[in-house]
């Protein structure tokens, strides 16, 4: 008998399906990536202090890189600070929009039953109103004589003069939170939703209750949710410059991406921004590759 064999159609129905994918991340990752190690490795007009690419690698220098490099720690290290703020804030805010996000997401996904299409058009509505909107409404609430300090004051019986915008690193955690929170309710909807109710009701025949059904079955399952989810959050955290410009602007307050986009406003520095841009790009595939990993571990238990 002649052996069955894949067609050749079928054979290359999946290059010709990934084509578009492989094209775009050429187009817009690879390429942006190359001109950014272009920009990081290569010089600077000594002159007009204008970055000059250098596109073979062979010529590439490391003194930028390692000018950023050697001054994050130690007695000289000024860009640390800036650094170690960036961690603390979107580590605190990720937890704070994972503690708002799960219920939320768990409640529209699992109980809201017939109320799941106006909760949805209410947590899709933010993308609607730009970031940028949104966070001067909240210069406008948190100024000196804005609505958050008149309510402290109650209308002026108590003192509520409190400088909310002068460099304080909850409101600009608060902002964070705010402005990032429905990047994670959209994902953790999406995962919970598709979650199998068989094997909660199975557990719940099985004697267990609400809160045991939860964290031995719910929970373990959309473990590789809120991993992506808090990625999906976290990642632009990483460069975000905009929320402390507007509710601080405050070197105080200063992350990474401030860095970054002060770097590039200063002749002869881009090649610094790059090297920053470098070392976020660097952070951040390390909770991808978890991520990768969980998934594939996931898959590998419920095959």
């Known amino acids: 008998m002649r052996k069955a064999g894949r067609k050749p159609g079928n054979r290359l129905?999946?290059?010709?399906?990934?084509?578009?994918?492989v094209l775009w991340l050429l187009l817009f990752f690879v390429a942006p990536l190359y001109v950014v190690l272009a920009v990081v490795f290569g010089g600077v007009d000594p002159v007009f202090r204008t970055v000059i690419p250098v596109w073979n690698p062979v010529l590439w220098s490391s003194d930028q890189p390692s000018y950023v490099l050697s001054h994050i720690v130690g007695p000289d290290g000024f860009f640390g600070p800036a650094l170690l703020r960036t961690a603390v804030y979107v580590s605190v805010a990720s937890v704070l929009c994972l503690v708002i996000a799960f219920p939320i997401a768990y409640y529209v996904a699992r109980l809201s039953g017939r109320w799941k299409g106006l909760l949805l058009?209410?947590?899709i509505a933010p993308f609607w109103i730009s970031y940028m909107m949104r966070m001067l409404a909240w210069v406008n609430l948190l100024a000196n004589d804005g609505l958050v300090n008149r309510i402290i004051s109650l209308g002026g019986v108590f003192p509520g003069d409190t400088e909310w915008l002068s460099g304080k690193s909850v409101v600009v955690i608060l902002g964070l939170v705010y402005g990032y929170v429905p990047y994670?309710?959209?994902?953790?909807y999406a995962g919970l939703d598709r979650l199998p109710s068989e094997l909660v009701e199975g557990a719940r025949d099985l004697g267990a209750g609400r809160v045991s059904a939860f964290w031995r079955v719910t929970w373990p399952?959309?473990?590789?949710?809120?991993?992506?989810?808090?990625?999906l959050t976290c990642l632009p955290m990483l460069g975000d410059y905009f929320t402390s410009d507007l509710l601080s602007g405050s070197p105080a307050t200063s992350?990474?991406?401030?860095?970054?986009n002060e770097t590039v406003l200063t002749p002869g520095?881009?090649?610094?921004?790059g090297a920053f841009v470098?070392?976020?790009l660097i952070v951040s595939i390390l909770p991808m590759l978890y991520y990768v990993r969980s998934v594939s571990r996931s898959e590998g238990s419920m095959a």
Do not use: C, D, K
């Open 13 to 21: 129905l999946g290059p010709i399906l990934a084509f578009p994918g």
């Open 121 to 123: 058009t209410l947590l």
């Open 184 to 188: 994670m309710i959209i994902p953790l």
């Open 221 to 231: 399952m959309s473990r590789p949710v809120v991993v992506a989810s808090v990625l």
């Open 255 to 260: 992350m990474v991406g401030n860095l970054i």
């Open 269 to 273: 520095q881009t090649g610094q921004a």
């Open 278 to 280: 470098l070392l976020v």
